[in-house]
């Protein structure tokens, strides 16, 4: 499993995959969902207002909930 493609309004858009302990792993309740997206500044900036601000991992990283947004460039 991997590798999605997520159509955005206009001509830009984005690709995506999970990776992880959902897709190599056992995960368990605990675990959170790991998906690299390649994103533009402006999307990464809008999803980085949205983020959890205690939940810095890394600057690649955006943490909403479980949801760990890996940003690819």
Known sequence: MGGGRIQKKGNNDMNAFLTGSHIYGEPTSR???DLVIRLDQY???ILRSLSD???KINDDSI???KLNLIVAR
Do not use: A, T, V
Request: proline share 0%.
């Open 53 to 55: 601000k205690n939940e």
């Open 31 to 33: 675990s959170d969902i």
């Open 63 to 65: 943490r909403i909930g």
């Open 43 to 45: 999307q990464e900036q």
